[in-house]
């Protein structure tokens, strides 16, 4: 459909992005709205550099193509160029969502479901709640993808999410909670009242009777959703492989074979888990997605790359060259990203634990080869039981020395399917997941 000049590599990335939104604050109606954009980018690639274009108006795209290749050199040995050999050439189309299209969702039932959660969840009663949130939010895109190799892709994306937050002042202390619930099916929104109610009840509980922690090392537990953190935010990006390109202290670290933690820690990251928030059918430069095992047993056994990254390093394709929208170039991004379940169950691992901390949630988190994160409710265990809520600022501690640290693995597996991961200024939606584990050690303020 594209006549794609010779001697050059090029791809075509075209997208229909549709988005809705509606919020509410403290019963006023903050935003209500609808919007729908299209474009493309069009990159030409000469063996030297990258040219590219991002238009709104489809129907320059060839006149684009055109023009970036009259500014490339071109390079009648472009197909033995290493990245170029390494793209993929699929024609297929995979549209998930033709029967719970998104898109068919009314302004009305949005309103109506959004409704429904205040009328259950919000009571003014309540003195410590200073202010509240409710808001619903869409995403449908159709892609396209097409390449002078032969390419031809398309595929379709959604998710959409409901959310209850609030703002409490408690004992003089401001705090914040609630609940988000997402999902690629509009059915699954409604029905969580009880859980956001329960979440609600819990921070109160916990403002009111938290007491500082004691600054120092503890045994730490975590809990599902904070495992899948620390894989995603302190180890999962420490596997993107762009990352190593320019750094050879970090390649000389990064040896495949090399026992970087415990036996019971085994971490993947797999673009092909419909319908998890991460998931793909392509990546944004046409690769199937893979399931990677970035470590097995303690040993590492793997790195995530795009066709750049893999060519440099003499690696294979993983299908993890993602870009936020049709404005964004590929980079090397992570998809689904978990740790896998043990055979421990998370009794008795508090159980195993005279003096330490469990650690039920996290705010967010950061980390490359020290890691932070910051927790919202924690809880003193004493005696192998959960006792008092205690306030904790941040966790902390050195990546590689946590994984060797970590010494029970739950049989408890849960995905988070609510997170969005920033990186070079791009924004993917991406799952994280894992069990409770034990920690020796962790260093907690």
């Not at 004691?214 to 894989?231: D, I, K, R």
């Amino acid at each position: 459909m594209y006549r794609f000049p010779r001697g050059l590599y090029a791809d075509i990335r075209i997208e229909h992005i549709s988005n809705a939104n509606y919020a509410v604050q403290n019963g006023e109606v903050k935003q209500n709205s609808e919007t729908f954009v299209e474009g493309a980018m069009i990159r030409v690639y000469d063996g030297r550099m990258w040219y590219s274009s991002v238009t709104n108006d489809l129907d320059s795209i060839q006149a684009e193509l055109d023009g970036l290749a009259a500014i490339a050199e071109a390079n009648e040995d472009i197909e033995n160029d290493p990245a170029v050999k390494l793209y993929e050439v699929h024609k297929d189309k995979v549209l998930h969502y033709g029967d719970n299209d998104i898109r068919k969702v009314t302004r009305r039932q949005r309103e109506a479901l959004i409704q429904g959660y205040i009328d259950a969840c919000i009571d003014d009663s309540i003195e410590e709640v200073k202010q509240w949130y409710a808001g619903y939010s869409h995403s449908y895109t159709l892609k396209e993808f097409y390449s002078s190799k032969g390419a031809e892709i398309v595929q379709d994306y959604q998710q959409c999410a409901v959310y209850i937050w609030y703002d409490f002042m408690i004992n003089g202390t401001p705090l914040s909670g609630g609940k988000q619930y997402q999902s690629m099916d509009f059915g699954d929104l409604p029905g969580h009242e009880d859980e956001v109610i329960a979440r609600r009840d819990k921070v109160i509980d916990f403002g009111r009777n938290a007491v500082d922690v004691e600054p120092g090392s503890y045994v730490c537990v975590l809990a599902p959703m904070v495992t899948g953190m620390f894989t995603h935010e302190c180890f999962g990006h420490k596997s993107e492989a762009d990352y190593m390109l320019s750094d050879k202290t970090l390649r000389d670290e990064w040896v495949m074979g090399k026992k970087v933690g415990s036996e019971l820690v085994s971490i993947f990251d797999s673009g092909d888990m419909f319908p998890h928030r991460g998931c793909i059918a392509y990546d944004d430069e046409g690769t199937a997605p893979r399931e990677t095992w970035l470590i097995k047993d303690g040993v590492l056994t793997g790195r995530l790359h795009d066709a750049h990254s893999a060519s440099v390093m003499g690696e294979e394709l993983t299908g993890n060259a993602r870009a936020q929208d049709f404005g964004c170039s590929p980079i090397v991004r992570m998809t689904n990203t978990c740790m896998q379940a043990g055979d421990t169950s998370p009794e008795d691992i508090i159980a195993g634990v005279e003096n330490g901390i469990y650690i039920e949630n996290v705010i967010h988190g950061t980390g490359f080869s020290t890691f932070t994160m910051v927790p919202s409710l924690c809880y003193r265990i004493r005696d192998g039981k959960i006792a008092e809520p205690l306030r904790v600022n941040v966790l902390s501690g050195s990546v590689f020395q946590t994984l060797f640290d970590i010494d029970a693995v739950g049989n408890d597996f849960e995905y988070c399917d609510v997170s969005t991961c920033g990186k070079g200024g791009q924004w993917m939606p991406v799952t994280d997941g894992g069990p409770t584990i034990r920690v020796r050690s962790l260093s907690v303020n």
